[in-house]
């Protein structure tokens, strides 16, 4: 059989999800999920030299320089052993000058793009928190347009079965766009500094200007992932030759988005195996590969669901 990827990237939009797919990708591929961001605020914690001079760009939402950002996940990547044992890359390349500064170094055999709709990202990264346990969790509920994100709380939401309301653990309601206020599952839990929507914005704003090129550079080992807030309602379908359209399929082409439905209080297992982000890359289309990145990036959606939803 194929060697499996070693060298994967991951590429989208601040608060699309990367950590999230990360750890649960890593988890099954095998891979150490490596965040660049982590990297950026332990520097900064420890007050070293090279903490104090990126303080500055983190706190503004600005990219860290390429040279500072290059140093510290390379020094990383030597130090931990991980070049030669593989891993995934969350936060880098995130210019087109760190993009080859890694493809010369440690080219990546694949790159993961995650796209999600822009409002429901600023809502997640707004709402976005971290846990005394060092987990990250969301405190938003998200219902609109097709979408049904519960929050991600320490402990499982639940569906209230007299009523069908999504509560907390604690057993306080849930409501639909509005951040959760229960003070038992929210205390403990800290916002970043860099989480404002200020801030959220102009990140997103230097994304479109500066990142958006490093999609198009690594489309020869891309594969996209559109995120949609839905679950496809059935496997993905095998492409006939020559066919490239078909549904959920690495190569498939754009065949319209799969059906929404939400995923609250559904069973997790009714899901399982199933592709909720459908993945479409031509160039990797054949690639006896590209399938297992498919269903680990199902299996990760899953328990996703598992985390966030009804138990």
């Known amino acids: ?14 608060g699309v999800g990367k950590g999230t797919y990360a750890r649960r990708l890593g988890a099954t591929l095998g891979l150490e999920h490596v965040v660049v961001g982590d990297l950026v605020r332990g520097e900064i914690k420890a007050g070293s030299a090279v903490g104090r001079r990126i303080q500055g760009y983190a706190a503004r939402g600005d990219l860290v320089p390429d040279g500072f950002v290059l140093d ?12 030669s044992k593989g891993f995934l890359l969350d936060g880098i390349p995130r210019t087109i000058a760190q993009a080859q500064a890694l493809d010369a170094r440690l080219p990546p055999d694949l790159a993961l793009h995650l796209t999600m709709d822009e409002e429901v990202m600023l809502l997640k990264m707004t709402a976005r928190r971290l846990g005394p346990d ?29 009523n069908g309301t999504l509560r907390c653990a604690h057993g306080s309601e849930l409501r639909p766009n509005e951040h959760v206020t229960c003070a038992r599952c929210v205390g403990g839990l800290t916002m970043r500094a860099d989480d404002t ?11 479109k200007a500066q990142s958006l090129p490093v999609v198009d550079h690594y489309a020869p080992i ?4 559109e995120i949609d807030g839905g679950v496809t309602p059935v496997p993905p379908e095998a492409p006939r030759p020559g066919d490239r359209r078909a549904r959920g399929w690495p190569g498939g082409g754009r065949a319209g988005k799969p059906k929404k439905q939400a995923v609250t209080g559904r069973s997790a297992e009714s899901i399982a195996g199933m592709p909720a982000h459908v993945a ?3 160039p990797l ?26 138990r």
Do not use: Q
């Open 197 to 207: 929507e200020d801030v959220c914005r102009h990140r997103l704003r230097e994304y």
């Open 1 to 14: 059989p194929a060697a499996p990827f070693r060298r994967i990237v991951l590429l989208g939009a601040p």
């Open 280 to 282: 479409r890359r031509e």
């Open 285 to 310: 289309r054949g690639s006896p590969r590209a399938p297992r990145v498919v269903g680990a990036m199902a299996r990760a959606s899953a328990d996703h669901v598992r985390g966030c939803t009804a």
């Open 134 to 162: 060092n987990n990250v969790y969301n405190v938003a509920y998200i219902k609109r347009e097709g979408w049904d994100m519960p929050p991600l709380l320490p402990e499982p939401t639940h569906v209230d079965e007299a």
């Open 222 to 225: 891309r594969l996209d992932f």
């Open 72 to 83: 510290l996940v390379f020094a990383h990547l030597d130090k931990t052993g991980v070049a």
